[in-house]
């Protein structure tokens, strides 16, 4: 009971200067506006989606993880524009296009890295290590959305990586 007492709802970003569409796809369906757990929450929503997905072409969550990133450019551009600030943390649309990129790098290796590889995405989202930092200087929403890609690729290879090994060395 302690924990729910301590989630904040805040408010979207942009109420009133953006179409409501814009600040419900930036905050994941409005995931992003429940303190602390904003980009979390929208990472861990995804997952039934992507359980859905396992029986799909594997062409589909890399053309989805592009469709949410090219919306999430528009949106958080949307924001800025309409706020002036550039990476409104209520904003997590771009973890969950990172993430749907991630996961799309790491159904070759087997679905059952994605809790471990959300965990470690998340922390590092939250730390914004070099180059995540760099990328994040791009202009408008392609900052906003290009920073937990660098993240989202680089663990999606090492987790692949380390899958592929594994099955090598059970063979």
Known sequence: MELLASIERLDPPGAGMVPDWIWLA???????????????????????????????PRYVLPVLAVA?????????TEIEL??????DRRIVI???????????????????MLVPFAAIFLFLDRLKPWPMAYVEQLPSGWGVMAD???PAVVLGVLFMG???LIRRRTT
């Open 26 to 56: 930036a905050t994941w369906f409005g995931a992003g506006l429940l303190a602390p757990f904003r980009a979390g929450l929208a990472v861990f929503a995804v997952l039934p989606m992507l359980a859905l997905a396992i029986a799909l």
């Open 68 to 76: 949410i990133f090219l919306a999430g450019v528009h949106v958080a």
């Open 82 to 87: 309409a706020t002036g600030d550039k990476d």
């Open 94 to 112: 771009d973890e969950v296009a990172a993430f749907v990129l991630g996961a799309a790098i790491i159904r070759q290796a087997g679905w059952k």
């Open 148 to 150: 937990d890609l660098v």
């Open 162 to 164: 380390v899958q592929t």
